[in-house]
């Protein structure tokens, strides 16, 4: 089963940093592409970033670019979201996501994790 658990949200004032970290399951292959999205109360679930399997190519959310990283540790099956510069508009619910190889869209999802930044 492949399964993904979300950790590191919580509460952090305007200005501050996080990060997240998502665990994958054994059966998560390292040449799967790995995201992160987010959803704030009264909106749609939004992209924040992606991750290639090689781990050398990142893609952000124009609304992130500069102040997020993602990364991934495939040794250790975890893929991480490095949020610098946290904003108020960047409260929200943030979920792991997994792709396989021949999929055409993200079909395994975490739990979620909470982001509340203060202002």
């Known amino acids: 089963q492949v399964r993904l658990v979300e950790s590191g949200g919580g509460l952090v004032q305007a200005g501050g940093s996080l990060r997240l970290s998502c665990a994958a399951s054994?059966?998560?292959?390292?040449?799967?592409?790995m995201g992160w999205f987010r959803q704030a109360p009264g909106k749609e679930r939004e992209f924040v970033a992606t991750?290639?399997?090689?781990?050398?190519?990142?893609y952000y959310a124009e609304s992130v670019k500069g102040r997020f990283t993602i990364s991934r540790d495939n040794a250790k099956k975890t893929v991480y979201l490095q949020m610098n510069s946290l904003k108020p508009e960047d409260t929200a619910v943030y979920y792991c996501?997994?792709?396989?190889?021949?999929?055409?869209?993200?079909?395994?999802w975490g739990q979620g994790t909470q982001v509340t930044v203060s202002s």
């Open positions: 996501a997994a792709k396989a190889l021949s999929a055409s869209k993200y079909d395994y």
């Open positions: 054994e059966r998560t292959l390292s040449t799967w592409t």
């Open positions: 991750i290639t399997w090689s781990g050398d190519t990142g």
